[in-house]
């Protein structure tokens, strides 16, 4: 977790694939991959009381990532994320995440479109 007086912080990442997708395929581009993060103050596990939101848009097509590292948006998904990071106590973190979104695929196979979820997590450092 990184430390110090960042307020506020834009960041995003961006992946493209050139793997076809399926010729009779519906659902949305599979072939691309973004993430634009906005995030206000930063957590410091050094500092009980400390704490940093963020929003998250987060469009994962399966064809341009393997095995992304978000906790709760994975491949195949398309919405967006909101956050919070919170230290109770120096080196204990603990997370919050709410996604709403939908499955790229679902009109591919008629499965169902929504993907929504919450994430709760706390870390204890040592």
């Known amino acids: ?8 912080q834009l960041f995003g990442i961006y992946a493209k694939s050139d793997m076809d997708a399926y010729t009779a395929y519906l659902g949305d581009d599979q072939s ?18 400390s704490w940093d939101i963020y929003a998250s848009y987060r469009y994962l097509g399966q064809f341009a990532t393997i095995s992304p590292t978000y906790h709760i948006s994975g491949r195949d998904t398309k919405g ?14 603990t997370m919050l995440e709410y996604y709403k979104g939908k499955r790229l695929s679902a009109d591919y196979g008629h499965n169902p479109a929504d993907y929504n979820g919450i994430y709760f997590r706390i870390e204890f450092f040592f």
């Open 80 to 93: 967006l994320e909101i956050g919070a990071d919170y230290v109770p106590d120096k080196n204990i973190l």
């Open 1 to 8: 977790m990184e430390t110090g007086p960042m307020i506020l």
């Open 32 to 49: 691309k991959a973004y993430d634009m993060t906005i995030k206000y103050k930063n957590a410091s596990l050094a500092q009980a009381g």
